[in-house]
């Protein structure tokens, strides 16, 4: 299914569910899912509290801790193709950006008061960043992110390359592709199964609930559990 035929109403049914229920449900619809497809690595949560995000990538790389080599008007073009591109495509958007300077991403921060109101202005709910960000008081209010750490400066920070295949956060996310992110992390959601995601969450969280009943109740013991997940095991 492209992004084409889903509805916004699609995207909302897919951020009542936070990010691990959405790696449960997907796992539960394609067993081949549960190794990868989302972040290994820990980030920084900017807004713990706030719903989920979902939104379709828009991926592009910085580099912020050395001058870069283009003259300066070269690289405002570069930056203002930059803002085209995610201007353009689906909505909404998360924007999803690697930090090529190694153990030195973050040097920088291309994230901060300004940047976080463009992106907000130009359709994006969200970023997901191995760089840094800072301004937090004055961030754009909504426009969620996780990133690798808080710096004061933005250094060097500028967009070397947008639209091409990102890695953050163990997390491997092309252009277009659907992201669903809240503070434990973010996950890709794969077109074909956007619409059967909400009730294979449904039926995860009530899996769980049964689990819960005896792991809550009066005198749970082994033997109560062992076979509530055999009753479990014997539904499919």
């Known amino acids: 299914m492209s992004a084409d035929a889903l509805q916004q109403a699609d995207l909302d049914a897919l951020a009542e569910f936070d990010t691990p229920t959405i790696c449960n449900a997907l796992e539960r619809l394609d067993p081949q899912l549960q190794g990868h497809g989302y972040t290994t690595e820990p980030a920084l949560?900017?807004?713990?509290?706030?719903?989920?995000?979902?939104?379709?990538?828009?991926?592009?790389?910085?580099?912020?801790?050395?001058?870069?080599?283009?003259?300066?008007?070269?690289?405002?073009?570069?930056?203002?193709?930059?803002y085209r591109y995610i201007d353009a495509g689906a909505r909404p958007s998360i924007v999803v950006i690697q930090d090529l300077d190694g153990e030195q991403a973050g040097y920088g921060a291309f994230w901060g008061e300004v940047q976080s109101a463009i992106h907000v202005g130009l359709g994006a709910r969200g970023l997901i960043?191995?760089?840094?960000?800072?301004?937090?008081?004055?961030?754009?209010?909504?426009?969620?992110?996780?990133?690798?750490?808080?710096?004061?400066?933005?250094?060097?920070?500028?967009?070397?390359?947008?639209?091409?295949?990102?890695?953050?956060?163990?997390?491997?996310?092309?252009?277009?592709?659907?992201?669903?992110?809240?503070?434990?992390?973010?996950?890709?959601?794969?077109?074909a199964l956007v619409r059967e995601v909400p009730a294979a969450a449904r039926a995860v969280a009530a899996r769980e609930a049964r689990i819960l009943a005896v792991a809550r109740g009066p005198a749970c013991s082994a033997e109560k559990l062992i076979a509530v997940f055999a009753e479990l095991d014997s539904i499919h």
Not at 61 to 76: D, E, H, K, N, T
Not at 145 to 169: I, M
């Open 45 to 82: 949560c900017g807004f713990p509290a706030q719903k989920p995000v979902v939104g379709y990538a828009r991926t592009a790389m910085i580099r912020s801790a050395q001058p870069l080599g283009p003259a300066a008007p070269l690289q405002r073009s570069m930056q203002n193709d930059y």
């Open 129 to 191: 960043t191995n760089g840094s960000v800072r301004d937090l008081d004055q961030w754009a209010p909504g426009f969620q992110f996780l990133a690798a750490r808080v710096a004061p400066s933005h250094a060097y920070a500028k967009p070397v390359a947008f639209g091409t295949e990102v890695q953050v956060f163990g997390l491997r996310v092309r252009s277009g592709d659907l992201v669903h992110a809240d503070r434990h992390g973010a996950v890709v959601i794969p077109p």
